[in-house]
């Protein structure tokens, strides 16, 4: 579903060479990448459409779109989005479009059967521990530690802690923290003891009052910057949002330790995908300028300073490390103890079973081992299909 539809980079007089059409995924950080797209416009003579559009309708709306013949040029969208490369027609990326200052291993983000098919943009994409310091003077290290804080807050009318509870993304970093993994390459590993930690931890959190399960992404997102919650679990894309609306009061941590283990939400990358085949198109020639640019030093300097999205650009990442306030100290520091996201095609499938089994779970219908059994075999039946 389009959002939005924005034409940028009229210029008096200018016959364009192509007319690209781009598609974000995401509300934050848009007016940054239009003003970007406005430039990019304005030095290559290209007119891009910039179309916005919501992360949980991205898949199925570039599926159709490939289906219908009007398919975006390009997209900028989570890694993982690589795992409808087949149906969505991706192009396979040549490694020399990739520029040489982008870590190898995050190229890994971006590969599905060992074939590149996505161009890192942005890395991060991984959730860390916001807090208010007008509540919190020292930040929890431990869930025992919020627990033990939780009636302070009580008697101050505040909740404890808020995020999107029900979202997979997040509780996905529970089963990664008691040793699980999504998928191992091409394979789904949802049937895991680690799973039915996750699940009963996960469930212990709400029983106890520390969490509502009824919160959505209002809990860690509004509320907290309302001042109606001291914690929140949220994505290096609040930042920006957070810093403008705290200032000062923002304190950023990593997620607490469950006993002596050590938090490991996922991360990604944020790549750009072509599909319809793009890049064999006769746009090619644009979009390998376009490619450039956002890799450029200059784009990505703009992208961390004005939306604190972090660079793929490995010089600019340490002057960042090196420069590094406490806040930005421990977003790095979480995103080191991420685990990055398979864009394997199983990894949806992934997605899709473990949301099942968690809803079951979640409403009483199932006990823990069940509910990993039902994620398990959904997941495997959903990617034996999209096999087919």
Not at 72 to 94: W, Y
Not at 153 to 179: K, L, P, R, S, V
Not at 224 to 233: D, M, Q, T
Not at 317 to 345: C, F, R, T, W, Y
Request: hydrophobic share 40%; aromatic share 12%.
């Amino acid at each position: 579903m389009r959002i939005l539809l924005l034409l940028l980079g009229v210029v008096w007089g200018t016959s364009y060479a192509e007319q690209l059409s781009f598609i974000y995924y995401r509300e934050q950080g848009r007016a940054v990448f239009e003003a970007i797209m406005e430039q990019f416009s304005q030095q290559y003579h290209h007119q891009v459409s910039f179309h916005q559009i919501t992360s949980e309708t991205l898949k199925p709306a570039l599926v159709k779109s490939v289906m219908r013949g009007t398919a975006a040029d390009v997209v900028f969208a989570p890694s993982d989005i690589i795992g409808i490369a087949e149906q969505a027609k991706f192009s396979e990326v040549p490694i020399d479009l990739v520029d040489p200052n982008t870590p190898k291993e995050l190229l890994h983000t971006a590969l599905n059967k060992q074939k590149l098919y996505g161009i890192p943009i942005l890395q991060g994409n991984h959730l860390m521990l916001f807090y208010n310091r007008r509540y919190v003077p020292s930040p929890a290290k431990t869930w025992q530690d919020l627990l033990a804080q939780k009636a302070g807050f009580d008697q101050q009318g505040i909740a404890t802690i808020g995020w999107n509870y029900t979202e997979m993304y997040w509780f996905a970093g529970f089963y990664n923290t008691f040793g699980g993994r999504m998928t191992r390459g091409q394979e789904v590993t949802l049937n895991e003891p680690a799973m039915q930690d996750a699940l009963n931890f996960y469930k212990s959190l709400s029983n106890r009052g520390l969490v509502s399960a009824a919160c959505t992404y209002d809990c860690g997102y509004r509320d907290f910057i309302e001042g109606k919650v001291a914690y929140s679990i949220n994505g290096e894309w609040s930042i920006a949002d957070f810093e403008r609306r705290l200032g000062d009061d923002l304190g950023i941590a990593v997620i607490p330790k469950i006993g002596l283990r050590t938090f490991k939400p996922l991360s990604s990358s944020l790549v750009l995908v072509f599909p319809n085949n793009s890049l064999s198109s006769n746009k090619a020639k644009a979009l390998n300028q376009l490619i450039e640019y956002l890799q450029s030093e200059a784009v990505q300097q703009r992208l961390y300073q004005e939306a604190r999205f972090l660079p793929v650009n490995d010089p600019l990442l340490k002057q960042i490390h090196s420069h590094a306030s406490a806040n930005e100290a421990a977003m790095l520091a979480q995103l080191a103890d991420a685990v990055p996201m398979s864009a394997e095609g199983a990894q949806s499938s992934a997605w899709l079973g473990m949301r099942k089994g968690f809803e079951l779970f979640n409403k009483g219908l199932v006990d823990a081992a069940r509910a990993s059994r039902y994620m398990q075999t959904y997941a495997e039946r959903d990617y034996k299909q999209s096999q087919q």
